[in-house]
């Protein structure tokens, strides 16, 4: 994977203008923050994505793929106030859970998720290397 950095563009912070890679494709649907039972154990923004990042990666591990294999997320969150205020938690589940910040990101405020409980949606692109 090689992230992409126009010259003269400042690196940006928590995510890449964009990505290259080669290789096997996994596609990960959007995860919400639920257990594997499809219960919630918290309504708190921050702990929400940490349980939907956790869900990324066993998915991904299904396809034998690891979290530096991300090359794309789309985040979709119902708040974007209560997501800049908590960069700080998230980007500290977001070192702990998938590592780098190499991945394409993309995150969109929306009115509602299909799971009433949800405050957070995040679908992942993988790219396993030949």
């Known amino acids: ?40 154990h918290t309504d708190d923004l921050a702990g929400q994505i940490r349980q939907a990042l956790q869900n990324i990666v066993d998915v991904l591990e299904e396809g034998d793929a690891k979290p530096e294999h991300i090359v794309r997320m789309t985040w979709y969150l119902t708040d974007k106030r209560a997501y800049v205020a908590a960069y700080p938690e998230i980007g500290k589940a977001f070192r702990e859970i998938i590592g780098s910040f190499n991945a394409a990101m993309t995150a969109v405020e929306v009115s509602a998720l299909i799971e009433d409980r949800a405050k957070v949606e995040i679908e992942v692109t993988a790219v396993v290397p030949d």
């Open 1 to 40: 994977m090689q992230v992409l950095l126009p010259p003269g563009w400042p690196r940006p912070k928590g995510y890449a203008n964009g990505v290259t890679a080669k290789g096997r494709l996994v596609f990960v649907a959007g995860m919400v923050g639920w257990d594997a039972n499809g219960v919630f």
